[in-house]
């Protein structure tokens, strides 16, 4: 079988609906043959590495354990949908305080058990937050963790192909940057459809200017609307998403969308947010973003959302104050 590496990727968070989709999408993508599946809820996770042996594949090395230094030691990628779900009437940041310790405890671990790993990929929510937290407490550089922020931009893409009912990928380059949240920014100027600047079609005949803003609220409430359709929280585009992200990592085709990463500029500072990025063998590399007017103020104000979220993580003590990160982890300036 040709596999993309032979190193060893853990998939956190394995019993639940995202983490066991990630296990057989990462399979049948054939990313690697040494998949470890790790949840502490034991017969879940029993029942989702059954199922997946059940399923025949070729070559492959699959192992499951509740043992979290058994699952981490020696891992190269993990992928971590292991927060609590969001469930009906909760907003992504409902979920700060149990999942922002849950990330405290994990980036611990990752330090203690893996510090070789080379990519991290965190996806429960709030990912910006909870992703911040793992990449403060791993010790790992800021290009080695990620977060799931695509979700956003690829339904931008799914309203502007239904809205003009075209194929997806006749709709190019559609963007949302700054926090994966309710107060996300969607950009137009970066979008093309069927070759046409999206700003150029916004006010005209085919799209009026309050369809646009009707759309932009779609976007950003695209994950309760998944959740008032199927009664719980989005688990197969997350997943696909996701393992596509840590193949990039481990050296397959480059990342087509955003993602989370960590920014530290003269214009953002300390934060983890989305912005215009490539993910390969590399890890992350980010591309500044620049936008209309409307754009820039949009994305500012989700900004200053994340900062107000990172502050309140602070004050709870789940991190110490910006000025002493450096000591927790000497990567971050």
Known sequence: MNYLTDEKLVIVGAAGMIGSNMAQTAIMMKLTPNICLYDPYEPGLKGVAEELLHCGFEGLNLTYTSD????????????????????????????????????????????AYCPDVKHVVVIFNPADITGLITLLYSGLKPSQVSTLAALDSTRLRSELAKYFKIKQDEVENARTYGGHGEQMAVFASTAKVKGEPLTAIIGGPTLSKEDWEAMKVRVVQGGKAIIDLRGRS????????????????????????????????????????????????????????????????????????????????????????????????????
């Open 234 to 333: 989005s688990f197969q585009s997350p997943s696909y998403l996701s393992i596509e992200m840590i193949a990039a990592a481990m050296g397959g085709p480059a990342f087509r969308w955003p993602v989370g990463t960590y920014v530290n500029n003269s214009r953002f500072s300390h934060i983890m947010m989305a912005m215009e990025t490539v993910v390969d063998k590399n890890g992350v590399t980010v591309t500044p973003v620049k936008g209309t007017p409307e754009e820039e103020a949009a994305l500012e104000e989700s900004y200053k959302h994340l900062c107000k979220l990172r502050d309140e993580v602070i004050e709870m003590g789940v991190m110490p104050p910006i000025a002493d990160w450096s000591k927790i982890n000497p990567n971050l300036d």
């Open 68 to 111: 979290i230094k058994e699952a981490l030691t020696g891992a190269k990628y993990i992928v971590n949908s292991g927060g609590a779900a969001r469930k009906a009437g909760m907003t992504r940041e409902d979920l700060l305080k149990g999942n922002a310790a849950i990330a405290e405890e994990f980036g611990k671990n990752v330090k």
